[in-house]
């Protein structure tokens, strides 16, 4: 794959009959099939690195008498990055481990057939729910200049970014105070994703044992 992370726009898993969607938005990637959710980032970086660094071990010469047998036809797995809105595709078909090294994957890209040692095949393990992110908010702490607390029984807490300090109404409070706060924020996660859970599943849900 010879583009930089930066000129990926769209990426496709496919693998045992589903597929997985990715899309850029600004500098985030986000599932857009089956789920819309923001993509896990360290994941998405994992599998772009481990396409990138992919080294063919051995070319296979004669592939059309075997290519069942490998896997290859059809693929095991199928991996296909697009950069400038799907303008320009690369396309990576996945196969079946070779029984006598049983540590190389059989693969094609290109119309060539060939041997790799590359870990790809666990990208294709993953499934959907693990592959959405955890973090609450994917913004650092420099990039916030506006908070907004809601509660039930109270007004809204508003803080504004002011120079090297914050606004509350009237008052001024130190950064230092405010920086505890969206350090918190931007470092919160989810221990895990609940798959087909919404807001109103949960109003209705009976409350204890």
């Given amino acids: 794959i010879h583009r930089t992370e930066d000129q990926?726009?769209?990426i496709a898993l496919e693998s045992g009959g589903s597929q997985i969607e990715f899309a850029r938005?600004?500098?985030d990637f986000w599932m857009t099939s089956p789920v819309e959710d923001r993509a896990d980032a360290n994941r998405v970086a994992d599998l772009l690195s481990e396409v990138a660094s992919m080294r063919i071990a051995a070319f296979v010469d004669e592939p059309e008498q075997a290519l069942?047998?490998?896997g290859i036809d059809p693929p095991t797995g199928v991996v296909e990055i697009w950069s400038e809105s799907r303008e320009a595709s690369s396309g990576l078909r996945w196969g079946n481990l070779d029984p006598d090294t049983e540590t190389r994957h059989y693969a094609e890209a290109e119309g060539q057939v060939f041997l790799t040692e590359s870990g790809l095949?666990?990208?294709?393990d993953?499934?959907?729910e693990e592959w959405r992110s955890l973090e609450l908010t994917s913004f650092e702490t420099f990039q916030i200049d506006r908070l907004e607390v809601l509660e039930p029984t109270e007004g809204p807490l508003v803080l504004i970014r002011d120079g090297a300090d914050w606004q509350r109404n009237e008052d001024t409070i130190s950064f230092t105070t405010v920086s505890d706060l969206l350090y918190a924020l931007t470092q919160l996660q989810a221990e895990s994703v609940l798959p087909d859970v919404t807001a109103e599943s949960l109003e209705s849900a009976p409350v204890g044992p």
Wanted: hydrophobic residues 45%.
């Fill in 8 to 10: 990926i726009t769209n």
């Fill in 25 to 27: 938005r600004g500098p």
């Fill in 68 to 70: 069942v047998q490998m």
């Fill in 121 to 124: 095949q666990e990208f294709f």
């Fill in 126 to 128: 993953i499934s959907v």
